[in-house]
């Protein structure tokens, strides 16, 4: 029992320290973004990193091939895991996945 409650506990922290940390990331509009590039960083490894390594981004036969390709799979992203981030969230991770990766 004393290992469920603990794991139980383990969970709950995560999830908390998770949703605090969204809605940090989630709280800013583009105004108060001043460093897009910064912003887009962290809320890539706050999210993206649970499914994607370098790799994903580096590949030669990768899928992104456009900017607006680019801006799309991140919506796609966000849309089908639930990220709760603002349209200047995403954007600011389209800015930071282009500048270290794609260079469009």
């Not at 607006?68 to 800015?95: H, M, T, Y």
Request: hydrophobic share 35%; proline share 2%; glycine share 2%.
């Amino acid at each position: 029992m004393k290992t469920l409650t603990r794991k139980i506990f383990k969970l709950v922290l995560f999830l908390l320290a998770t949703s605090v940390s969204s809605i940090s990331l989630a709280s800013g509009s583009t105004s108060e973004i001043k460093d897009p590039i910064a912003h887009g960083e962290q809320a890539h490894k706050t999210h993206c990193y649970k499914c994607h390594t370098d790799e994903v981004y580096t590949r030669e036969n990768r899928f992104v091939k456009s900017i607006d390709a680019l801006s799309k799979q991140v919506a796609r992203c966000k849309e089908g895991n639930d990220i709760p981030w603002f349209d200047e969230d995403a954007d600011a991770v389209v800015q930071f996945l282009n500048k270290k990766y794609y260079r469009f």
